[in-house]
């Protein structure tokens, strides 16, 4: 498809679901710091609750920062998208240890987001798209 002499090409539907899914993170990563701001100020800032609030920020940040950056199609905006959610899915294996809170249905359901959106942006058609 050309558009005034310039070459278009539309994004695939594998890119629109990854793209949704990070959207979607992004609007519950704002849920969490909001939540964090407010069990930091009920806890009266505490170490644990701080280190939570902070690392819940910068996952935020660098989500909004991929979203951003997302129509450029650099590799480098699709390679930043499969580390933050391989990091995420990393996070939810290493967390039992530490929180004896969750149980295996919920890390079950928590690590099917990454691994789909992982796949999603794995798809040789979405690799195309972002190396053009």
């Known amino acids: 498809m050309t558009t005034q002499g310039v070459n278009v090409h539309p994004m695939p539907v594998t890119a629109h679901i990854a793209r949704f899914i990070l959207t979607l993170q992004l609007g519950v990563g704002f849920g969490v710091i909001a939540l964090g701001i407010f ?62 809170g969750i149980d295996s249905y919920s890390r079950l359901i928590g690590s099917v987001v990454p691994v789909a959106t992982i796949i999603l942006l794995a798809v040789p058609s979405t690799g195309r798209w972002f190396d053009r």
Request: aromatic residues 10%.
């Open 39 to 100: 069990a930091s100020i009920g806890s009266g800032f505490t170490g644990p609750y701080l280190l939570l609030l902070l690392a819940s920020a910068a996952g935020t940040a660098l989500l909004w920062l991929l979203l951003a950056h997302w129509p450029s199609r650099k590799k480098s905006v699709r390679w930043g998208a499969i580390a933050i959610q391989a990091a995420s899915f990393a996070l939810l294996l290493a967390l039992p240890p530490l929180d004896g």
